[in-house]
Antibody
Framework: EVQLVESGGGLVQPGDSLTLSCVASGFAFRSYSMLWVRQAPGGGLEWVSSMSSSGSDTRDKHYAASVKGRFTISRNNSGNTLYLRLNSLTADDTAIYYC???????????WGQGTRVTVSS | QSALTQPRSVSGSPGQSVTISCTGTSSDVGRYNFVSWYQQHPVRGPKLLIYDVSQRPSGVPDRFSGSKSGNTASLTISGLQADDEADYHCCSYTGPYWLFGGGTRLTVL
């Protein structure tokens, strides 16, 4: 069974930084592209970032316009862990952040339970 | 790229059918058959329901079906059950970007 467990969220001030982690199990992590998707309070889902299985090239990483230049996605295949570094946080970044496994096609196969990030002074 | 458009809410009685629409443009929904749908119960992560417009993953009941016409995709849930009460999100992949709708709250009366 696929399991994705996020951690690292919390309450931070505007301008602060944070690193989210997602530990994966139940599948061959190193073989799958992965994503981060967020959900603002009372809102819909918003794609944040995605990266290929190897992530060895910057062209293998993609970001939404709203976070490009501030967020960085990375992964450790030997540790089955996906990361998201969040810099220069603003109130608009307040959301639940979900780690997700790319399916064998253009869809998201599995999602974690999410980790909450709140940006407030 | 703008988010896809979904109705904020729909409702139906047990046993009835409901359809949730998802409208995009000729650059996303209308161009590719990469539309997927996700069900989300409160305080839980989303779950894949439909992919590639109309394909069901194993384990998803055939009460859930998907279709597309032009720039609008649709999710139909037949034989409504109490446990179907949840939020439903559509998604269009337009490599390398993923576009989501605003989500639709389904209430089972």
């Amino acid at each position: 069974e696929v399991q994705l467990v996020e951690s690292g969220g919390g309450l931070v001030q505007p301008g602060d930084s944070l690193t989210l982690s997602c530990v994966a199990s139940g599948f061959a992590f190193r073989s799958y592209s992965m994503l981060w998707v967020r959900q603002a309070p009372g809102g819909g889902l918003e794609w944040v970032s995605s990266m290929s299985s190897s992530g060895s090239d910057t062209r293998d990483k993609h970001y939404a316009a709203s976070v490009k230049g501030r967020f960085t996605i990375s992964r450790n295949n030997s540790g089955n862990t996906l990361y998201l570094r969040l810099n220069s946080l603003t109130a608009d970044d307040t959301a639940i952040y979900y780690c997700a496994k790319w399916g064998n096609g253009a869809y998201i196969h599995s999602w974690g339970q999410g980790t909450r990030v709140t940006v407030s002074s | 790229q703008s988010a896809l458009t979904q109705p904020r809410s729909v409702s139906g009685s047990p046993g009835q059918s409901v359809t949730i629409s998802c409208t995009g443009t000729s650059s996303d929904v209308g161009r590719y058959n990469f539309v997927s749908w996700y069900q989300q119960h409160p305080v839980r992560g989303p779950k894949l329901l439909i992919y590639d417009v109309s394909q069901r993953p194993s384990g998803v009941p055939d009460r859930f079906s998907g279709s597309k016409s032009g720039n609008t995709a649709s999710l139909t849930i037949s034989g409504l059950q109490a446990d179907d009460e949840a939020d439903y999100h559509c998604c269009s992949y337009t490599g390398p970007y993923w576009l989501f709708g605003g989500g639709t709250r389904l209430t089972v009366l």
